[in-house]
C-alpha cells in the first residue's frame, strides 16, 4: 500500500511539473501585448531580411518614448504570415512591409488595413514620386494601404571588355547614344555576336518585362478591365523577345539559378536590365568582374523591378503611434539615410538633387555616378495601372517566351495559350 | 493497483444507500477513454477538422480575405475540364512510374546484397543507404538542380564527354520529369531497402538449404522463395510508396519554378493545388483539387494492392 502511495504521489508532483513547464515557455506573444507594464505603446513590426530599416526603427523608439517588436522572417513568409493573420482576425502586427507584388492582393481587400488618407496620409503625398504612391492606393483613389519604402528603376548594366571586344564605343553616354531604341539595342546584339560570339542579354523575360512597363498601360485599363490582347506595347515587348530568341541573342539562362551568376562571372552576356538594389547581386556574384561592369540608361524610357511598402492593418490598437512611425521612417530625410546606409534607393524625389546620391558612385561599375543614374530612371517611370491578378499574369505571358525560348513552342502558338491560359485559369 | 483500491471503495460506498455509484466496468471504460482521449482531441482538431472543413470549402468561392460564396459543385465541375489539371494528373504519375518501380527494384537488390553472408561492415553500407531519406529535402532539390542544369550543370559535362549534347532538362517535360524521379529515387532507395532487409532476415535459413539439396538455382530461389516470403512487406512498401508518390510537392515547385515551368512540366497536383491556393488565392477551387486527390490516390492504391496481392503468396 505504502509503495503504491509514493507512486500516485510521485505521478501527480511530475504532471504539476510538466503543466507549469507548458505554461511557463508559451511566450506571450505581441497579439495580446499591446502596452508595457509602464502604459508605454507598444508597437509590432513584421519586416523580412535585408531591408536594413531596423535600426532607424529602434532609435525612433528611443526618442519618442514608445516600445518596439521587430519580427523578421523570410521574405515569402511575411506576406503568408500576414495574409494568414488577416484572415483569421488576430495576430497581425501593428505595421507590416508588403512587397509590391503582395500589395496588389491586399489592395482587392483594403478592409483589413487602416486608411492612411483618414490618419492624414494626404499631406505628405507630394512627397512621393506619383507612380509609387498610386501602386499603394485603391483603384478608387479612396483608400490607401501603405507608405512607399524604396524602388527598384531600371538601367542597363553592360560588360565593358565585350563591347570593347566588338569594336563597339565603351564610354556610357556613347553607349546610351548608340542605343537609344531596341531596334539598335537588337543591332548592337547582332554586331556583338558577330564579332565576339556572345549574346546581348541574359534572358529574353528581361527584355520583355522591361518593355511592357513602357507605355501608359499594362494588363489593366483605368476601369479595372483587363486588356492583354490588344494593347500594342505588350505585343511589341513580346515581339522584341521573339527577335533576341531566335536571333541567337540569349542563351535564356533562369534569373537567380546559379547558372544566371556564373554567366554574370563569364560574362555569357553583354547586357543585363538591372534594378537598382540588383547591384549587390552582381557584385556578390562576380566579384572577380570588378571594373569590367558599367551602368548606363535604358533606352525608351525606363522600368521598375520591386519595391515595397509599410501598411498598418486593422487590427492594430495604435494606429495613430504606428502612422506617426512610419510617417518618420520613409520621410525623405530618413530615407536619405537608408540610402547611404545600405543603398536602398528612397522613393522621395526631393532628395534625387542632394549631394548624397548625385555624388554616389559605384567603384565596382567603373565608378558609374550610379545615384544620378537611377534617380532619373525612377522620374521616367509611368505610371501603370495594375490590378489583383497582375502577377499571375505577368507569369504566363513570360511563361509563354520561355516556352519559345526552350524550342517547345511557335512564337504565334506560345502567345496564344497565354492569353488562353489568362482567360481561364483567371475565372475562379 | 488502481482498480483493487476503487473495487474496495465501491464496496464500502453501496453499503450507504444514497449514494449511486457507477459499475467497474463503466469506470474502466471511462478511463480507458480518458487515456486515449489528448490523441484523439489534437487529430479531432488538427486532423478531422481541417478534412471536413477543406470538404466544405470546396463548395464555395473564397479568397480568404474577403466573403465566401456558396457555388455548389460548380468548383469540380471546372476541375474536370481544366486541361491543367489534367496535365498535373499525367506529370504525377509520370513522375510516380519513373521514380516507384525502379526504385522499389533497386530496393530489393540493395537488401539482397546486403544481406548476404560475406558483406563486410554492414553496419555502414545500412547506415550509408539510409542518409539520404534524413537530409533536407530542399537543400537536395537546390543541388540537384545544379546538377541538371542546361549550360553548366555536372550532368550535362558528363554526357558532353560521350558526344551527347547538352540536354534541356528543366526546358522539356522528360527532362523534368526525369530529374525530378531522380530526386526522388535518391531519397527514397536506402529507406525501401532497409525495409526489405529486415523482411528478408526473417526468412528461415533452411528453406534455402533445402532449396540448394533440392537442385534450385539462385535465380529460381529468388523467385520462388524470396520474393514469397516477403510479400506482405512488398505490399506495405508499393501502398507507402503510391500514396507518397503521387504528393510530391517539394522537388518539383524547386525544381519547376513555382508555376511548375513554362510549359508546366513540373506541375504535379500537389502544386497545382498550392498554386491555386497561396498564388491565385482561389480556395475553394483548391480544396477541390484536393479531395479529388485523395480519391486518385485511393483508388490507385487499390489498384496496386490488387496487383501486388496477385504475386504467389507464401501459405
Known sequence: MKKFKLHKVVLVFVSILLLIGVVACSSDESSGETETKDGK??????????????????????????????????????????????????????????????????????????????????????DYLDWKWKQAMTPDGKHLLGLPTDIGPQAMAYRVDVFEEAGLPTDREEVAELIKTWDDFIRVGEEIKAKTGKAMIDTPTGLYSVIEGQANEKYYDAEGNIIVKDNAQIKKAYDYAMEVIEKGLTPGYEQWSTEWSTGMANADYATILTPAWMQQNIMNNAPDAAGLWDVTALPEGSGNWGGSFLTIPKESKHPEEAYKLIKWLLSPEQQLVTFEKFGNFPSTPAIYDSEAIQNHTNEYFNNAPVGQIFSEAALQVKEIQEGPDSIQIETFMTDAVTRVMDGQAEPEDSWNTALENIDRQLNR | MASNLELNKGQTSTQTPVKKTLKQSTKDHISGYLYISPFFILFGIFGVFPIVFTAFISFHKWDILGTREFVGFRNYQLLFTDPLFWKSLGNTFS????????????????????????????????????????????A????????????????????????????????????????????????????????????????????YEAATIDGASKMQQFFMITIPMIRPMIIFTVILSTIGGMQIFAEAQIFSGAGGGALDQGLT???????????????????????????????????????????????
Open chain 2, 95 to 138: 513522375i510516380w512510374v519513373i521514380s516507384t518501380i525502379p526504385q522499389l527494384f533497386m530496393a530489393l537488390i540493395i537488401a539482397f546484397v546486403l544481406n548476404q553472408a560475406f558483406l563486410k561492415g554492414k553496419q555502414f553500407f545500412r547506415l550509408s543507404v539510409f542518409l539520404p531519406n534524413i537530409t533536407s529535402v530542399v
Open chain 1, 41 to 126: 505603446v507598444k508597437l509590432t513590426v513584421w519586416l523580412w531580411t535585408g531591408m536594413g530599416i531596423d535600426d532607424q526603427i529602434k532609435q525612433y523608439a528611443e526618442e519618442n518614448n514608445i516600445e518596439v517588436d521587430i519580427q523578421i522572417a523570410e521574405f515569402a513568409d511575411v506576406h503568408t504570415n500576414l495574409t494568414t493573420a488577416l484572415a483569421a482576425g488576430s495576430g497581425a502586427p501593428d505595421i507590416s512591409a508588403v512587397e509590391v507584388k503582395g500589395i496588389e492582393k491586399m489592395k482587392a481587400n483594403p478592409q483589413h488595413f487602416h486608411n492612411l488618407l483618414d490618419l492624414g496620409a494626404d499631406e505628405i503625398s507630394g
Open chain 2, 269 to 315: 497536383m500537389t502544386l497545382y493545388l498550392y498554386e491555386e491556393a497561396f498564388v491565385r488565392n482561389a480556395f475553394g477551387y483548391a480544396s477541390s483539387i484536393a479531395w479529388v486527390l485523395f480519391l486518385i490516390i485511393v483508388l490507385f492504391s487499390l489498384f496496386n494492392l490488387f496487383l501486388t496481392n496477385r504475386i504467389k503468396s507464401a501459405e
Open chain 2, 140 to 207: 537536395v532539390a537546390i543541388i540537384f538542380d545544379s546538377i541538371f542544369g542546361h549550360h553548366y550543370g555536372i550532368l550535362n559535362y558528363f554526357l558532353s564527354i560521350f558526344g551527347i549534347e547538352n540536354i534541356n532538362w528543366k526546358g522539356t517535360y522528360l527532362g523534368t520529369h526525369i530529374a525530378i524521379a531522380t530526386m526522388v529515387i535518391w531519397r527514397w532507395v536506402g529507406y525501401n531497402s532497409i525495409i526489405y532487409l529486415s523482411a528478408l532476415q526473417s526468412i528461415p535459413k533452411d528453406l
